[in-house]
């Protein structure tokens, strides 16, 4: 998927289809990195190519942590609904 096919549905509840492929992204970039990390032996580029990998690695535990929020919130609001109960008013 290019840039040009992506776009924001705004229909998200308990998972964003951007951060999903943000996080999915950053899994490829993570690989490519790591790929290369494989192929590298001049120790201050793999130095680098190490920290980016790692850098990238942070960045998918928050996206994977933001989309736990979401769900988390989106169950709680399923809850307070599922209780309210308009008949028996």
Known sequence: ???????CAHTCRNACAMLNEAMRR?????????HILSQCDYPEVNSFLRE???ARGETILRIV?????LRAKSQILDGVMSSYDPAGC
Do not use: A, G, H, I
């Open 26 to 34: 950053e899994s490829e970039l993570v690989k490519f990195y790591e």
């Open 65 to 69: 942590q933001k989309l736990n929020e």
């Open 1 to 7: 998927m290019n840039l040009e096919e992506l776009e």
């Open 52 to 54: 980016m990998t790692e």
